[in-house]
């Protein structure tokens, strides 16, 4: 099995602006699972802790093998939402793992 985890820090400095942010990204994030069928857990969650170093989201899903997750990686769902969220995002950090 891989953990694929993804932790998103947004360009907006306006705390109620990035949330409203925050949330249009968890809800497209959210629609994948339903066209990427290698996806076997998915969740998304918005830090609650304002502090300098917290990024302002985290993604982690799971999936088979290192296969399944470059279907995912590749899939035109996920590159979709790649190219809409980089009008957003200030930088991206992940980790993959097998457990």
């Known amino acids: ?16 602006e990035k949330l409203k942010i925050s949330h249009l990204i968890k809800s497209k994030l959210e629609e994948l699972p339903n066209f990427i069928s290698e996806i076997l857990e998915f969740e998304v969650g918005i830090n609650v802790v304002n502090i ?11 999936f088979k093998d290192i296969q399944s997750l470059e279907i995912y990686k590749n899939h035109p769902k996920h590159l979709e939402f790649v190219e809409f969220n980089s009008f957003y995002r200030e930088s991206t950090i992940s980790v993959d793992y097998e457990f």
Request: aromatic fraction near 8%; hydrophobic fraction near 50%; charged fraction near 35%.
């Open 52 to 62: 300098e170093r917290a990024y302002d989201l985290v993604l982690v899903s799971k």
């Open 1 to 16: 099995m891989i953990k694929h985890i993804v932790m998103f820090r947004l360009k907006e400095k306006n705390v109620d």
